[in-house]
Nanobody, 126 residues
Framework: QVQLVESGGGLAQAGGSLRLSCAAS????????VGWFRQAPGKEREFVAG????????YYADSVKGRFTISRDNARNMVYLQMNSLKPEDTAVYYC???????????????????WGQGTQVTVSS
């Protein structure tokens, strides 16, 4: 059973930064592609950023491109989301998700990910 635990959420002012972390309890983390998703109240869960098994090909939603950076450390079973220039519309619960895959491609689909963390709240004040 794969467990994902997010941390690093909190309150930030518009223009500020936060760094989210996701710790994975798996034997071989490099077998998993990873994505960050978010869900605001009353809205569907949406893709934010994804990274392939080796840490290459990061892919971002247009809404966060140029502001957020996803990275991973397979030796430590960790994934990170550095969020800069935060906006009030970034307010949401952020989820880490993982999917074991032989592909090096990234998927943005919620249904493609088998494992999810419990989420961490990010609130950006104006």
């Amino acid at each position: 059973q794969v467990q994902l635990v997010e941390s690093g959420g909190g309150l930030a002012q518009a223009g500020g930064s936060l760094r989210l972390s996701c710790a994975a309890s798996v034997l071989i983390f490099s077998n998993y592609r990873v994505g960050w998703f978010r869900q605001a109240p009353g809205k569907e869960r949406e893709f934010v950023a994804g990274i392939n098994r080796s840490g290459g090909r990061p892919y971002y939603a247009d809404s966060v491109k140029g502001r957020f950076t996803i990275s991973r450390d397979n030796a430590r079973n960790m994934v990170y989301l550095q969020m800069n220039s935060l906006k009030p519309e970034d307010t949401a619960v952020y989820y880490c998700a993982a999917d074991i895959s032989h592909s090096m491609a990234i998927t943005t689909l919620v249904g493609s990910y088998d494992y999810w963390g419990q989420g961490t709240q990010v609130t950006v004040s104006s």
